[in-house]
T-cell receptor, first 110, second 119 residues
Framework: EDQVTQSPEALRLQEGESSSLNCSYT??????LFWYRQDPGKGPEFLFT???AGEEKEKERLKATLTKKESFLHITAPKPEDSATYLC???????????FGSGTQLTVLP | DTGVSQDPRHKITKRGQNVTFRCDPI?????LYWYRQTLGQGPEFLTY????????KSRLLSDRFSAERPKGSFSTLEIQRTEQGDSAMYLC?????????????????FGPGTRLTVL
């Protein structure tokens, strides 16, 4: 059974303090690894798709990387507006649905 | 704004009542998904349509749940005889997948969700 695990569950950073969020997956025949951002009471907002090990994508202060077993979301010099829950999800084989982790709740303090 | 829309945004009902939610996907998207999310958890897949055909259903989707997508446009999710355990955020997502294209999974774009509370 496909499984996605995110760590840490919660992370508090000072503004400007860079860090990384981890997503480890056991998804047979991974076809894509997705990162989403979710604000309280809202639906997830798409950030990145990664298809193969070694791939990297960047958007503003965020950079996502993928290895054969895990993905990292690096946050460089975060700002309070980066506070949100970050969700990782995988899709495999012929499956169309996403298997999500439980998310990392990020709080960036001013 | 041409994103995914859901209606209603909030629904409070009494146990045993039936409820129906609506999702309007992004207009050119041919795939539509329903997920359920409880507090502190990631979304869990419920069911998926390609055009009007319901192609996959999760084991989470009990007989009390039914989804339709007539004419391959909007979709409805109905829950019959609601139970307190059905209280959750119900999320709809849509994507576009070109046939014959191996690369490009068609990223899923989510709506704002419908928050269901069963008393």
């Amino acid at each position: 059974e496909d499984q996605v695990t995110q760590s840490p569950e919660a992370l508090r950073l000072q503004e400007g303090e860079s860090s990384s969020l981890n997503c480890s997956y056991t998804v047979s025949g991974l076809r894509g690894l997705f990162w989403y951002r979710q604000d309280p009471g809202k639906g997830p907002e798409f950030l990145f798709t990664l298809y193969s090990a070694g791939e990297e994508k960047e958007k503003e202060r965020l950079k996502a990387t993928l290895t054969k077993k895990e993905s990292f979301l690096h946050i460089t010099a975060p700002k309070p507006e980066d506070s949100a829950t970050y969700l990782c999800a995988g899709t495999s084989g012929s499956a169309r649905q996403l298997t999500f982790g439980s998310g990392t709740q990020l709080t960036v303090l001013p | 704004d041409t994103g995914v829309s859901q209606d209603p945004r909030h629904k409070i009902t009494k146990r045993g009542q039936n409820v129906t939610f609506r999702c309007d996907p992004i207009s050119e998207h041919n795939r539509l998904y329903w997920y359920r999310q409880t507090l502190g958890q990631g979304p869990e897949f419920l069911t998926y349509f390609q055009n009007e055909a319901q192609l996959e259903k999760s084991r989470l989707l009990s007989d009390r749940f039914s989804a339709e997508r007539p004419k391959g446009s909007f979709s409805t999710l109905e829950i019959q005889r609601t139970e307190q355990g059905d209280s959750a955020m119900y999320l709809c997502a849509s994507s576009f997948k070109r046939t014959g294209v191996l690369i490009g999974l068609g990223e899923q774009f989510f709506g704002p969700g419908t928050r269901l509370t069963v008393l």
